[in-house]
């Protein structure tokens, strides 16, 4: 990977730490625990982000933090697409 690249979700969160983490994660899952980041970052993994069970909620959300897509980037341009489906 390019250096400065995220590699996992809990890089994210070791960077940016537990409250802007858990904001960020708000945009791509409504199963956000509050109370405790590892269950939030397990139910990530384990939830398709598409319909297509092609990409979870935590890869998407690393894909677009590498892309400078998320709200914990500087130079945000934040665009997500909440047309998703949450599948329970």
């Known amino acids: 990977m390019a250096r400065g690249k995220m ?38 993994e384990s939830r398709w982000y598409d319909l297509s069970h ?3 909620e935590a890869e998407k959300m690393v ?5 400078g897509n998320t709200i914990l980037n500087d130079d945000c ?4 697409d909440m047309g998703q489906s949450f599948v329970m």
Do not use: P
Request: aromatic share 16%; net charge negative; proline share 0%.
């Open 7 to 44: 590699k996992s979700i809990y890089g994210i969160y070791k960077k940016h730490g537990r409250e802007a983490f858990l904001e960020a994660a708000e945009y791509y899952s409504c199963h956000v625990n509050w109370s405790s980041v590892d269950k939030t970052i397990d139910e990530m």
């Open 54 to 56: 092609t990409l979870t």
């Open 63 to 67: 894909e677009d933090y590498n892309n």
């Open 77 to 80: 341009q934040v665009f997500v």
